[in-house]
């Protein structure tokens, strides 16, 4: 069963490059670091992949570090109508993981058949280790609303539907899981926040492609990041390295074409497969 793979747009944070590339391109904004959530489509089955950001984490127009932002639950909705998918068209939902910026919708997305995590992601979003409760990385609020939907508490890798499997892929935080997509192209992988941009798997990139389709300049990564540039928050980075070779390994090319970053602002509107 092939797949068909869309970029989803859930709305934008104003926030500079150097998020995403700690200590690249200082002070650069590229207009607009994406929310995104990804649509896959086969004949059979409709799978949602992560489910954006709740609006009582913008406030006053601003989200994460004070940063300008939009989106929130009626941007999912209206994503989703865009493509003429209602909620009770989705199959499953897989989230990525599960800080403020992936599970804002979940609560209208509850009567979803299967809603798929990892254990230790669960365990972390019940218990955040102390940073990433200050950064209220975790909305703790959508705990009893995953408990009232059919969440699937995996540990490890997982075929979910024909054709997709869930990877444990820590890094980003210790419960992160990739997907990896069959599709007539090839096998496509959503990096969740282990990539932010394109950059940071690819970090030989010189350009970056905004929201607005404007080019901009980029750095060039140093020599000692020619594996990958960390990104910003990082749990773990011995375990991101490894996640990185999975990703790789998984993508049936190692391109953009097959590697699929989770705020990736050059990917709103395209499809891939």
């Given at each position: 069963m092939n797949w068909i793979v869309k970029p989803l747009y859930f709305g934008k944070i104003m926030c500079p490059k150097e998020v995403a590339t700690p200590g690249i391109d200082v002070g650069l904004q590229v207009g607009g670091i994406p929310y995104l959530g990804f649509l896959l489509k086969s004949e059979k089955q409709t799978i949602l992949v992560d489910a954006g950001i709740s609006e009582?984490?913008?406030i006053?127009?601003?989200?994460?570090g004070g940063f300008e932002a939009e989106g929130g639950r009626s941007f999912v909705k209206k994503a989703l109508e865009e493509e003429n998918v209602r909620i009770g068209d989705i199959d499953i939902v897989i989230y990525t993981h599960l800080?403020?910026?992936h599970t804002g919708a979940c609560d209208l997305l509850r009567d979803v058949p299967k809603h798929i995590v990892q254990?230790?992601?669960?365990?972390?979003?019940?218990?955040?280790?102390?940073?990433?409760?200050?950064?209220?990385?975790?909305?703790?609020?959508?705990?009893?609303e995953l408990q009232k939907a059919?969440?699937?508490?995996?540990?490890?890798?997982?075929?979910?539907?024909e054709g997709v499997w869930v990877y444990k892929a820590p890094g980003h935080t210790?419960?992160?899981?990739?997907?990896?997509?069959?599709t007539a192209k090839g096998t496509v992988v959503l990096c969740g926040d282990n990539v932010l941009i394109y950059c940071n798997i690819f970090p030989w990139?010189?350009?970056?492609?905004?929201?607005?389709?404007?080019?901009?300049?980029?750095?060039?990564?140093?020599?000692?990041?020619?594996k990958g540039i960390p990104p910003g928050i990082l749990y773990d980075y011995y375990s991101w390295y490894k996640t990185l070779d999975k990703i790789r390994a998984?993508?049936?090319?190692?391109s953009p074409e097959f590697i699929i970053p989770a705020h990736e602002p050059s990917i709103v509107g395209k499809t891939f497969g």
């Amino acid at each position: 069963m092939n797949w068909i793979v869309k970029p989803l747009y859930f709305g934008k944070i104003m926030c500079p490059k150097e998020v995403a590339t700690p200590g690249i391109d200082v002070g650069l904004q590229v207009g607009g670091i994406p929310y995104l959530g990804f649509l896959l489509k086969s004949e059979k089955q409709t799978i949602l992949v992560d489910a954006g950001i709740s609006e009582k984490f913008i406030i006053n127009g601003r989200a994460w570090g004070g940063f300008e932002a939009e989106g929130g639950r009626s941007f999912v909705k209206k994503a989703l109508e865009e493509e003429n998918v209602r909620i009770g068209d989705i199959d499953i939902v897989i989230y990525t993981h599960l800080h403020n910026d992936h599970t804002g919708a979940c609560d209208l997305l509850r009567d979803v058949p299967k809603h798929i995590v990892q254990l230790d992601e669960w365990l972390q979003l019940l218990d955040p280790i102390p940073a990433a409760f200050i950064r209220r990385d975790y909305d703790q609020s959508v705990i009893p609303e995953l408990q009232k939907a059919n969440l699937l508490k995996i540990d490890g890798d997982v075929e979910v539907a024909e054709g997709v499997w869930v990877y444990k892929a820590p890094g980003h935080t210790s419960g992160s899981q990739i997907v990896a997509v069959k599709t007539a192209k090839g096998t496509v992988v959503l990096c969740g926040d282990n990539v932010l941009i394109y950059c940071n798997i690819f970090p030989w990139m010189d350009e970056l492609t905004g929201l607005d389709g404007k080019k901009y300049k980029i750095t060039p990564a140093p020599e000692i990041y020619k594996k990958g540039i960390p990104p910003g928050i990082l749990y773990d980075y011995y375990s991101w390295y490894k996640t990185l070779d999975k990703i790789r390994a998984l993508a049936s090319k190692n391109s953009p074409e097959f590697i699929i970053p989770a705020h990736e602002p050059s990917i709103v509107g395209k499809t891939f497969g």
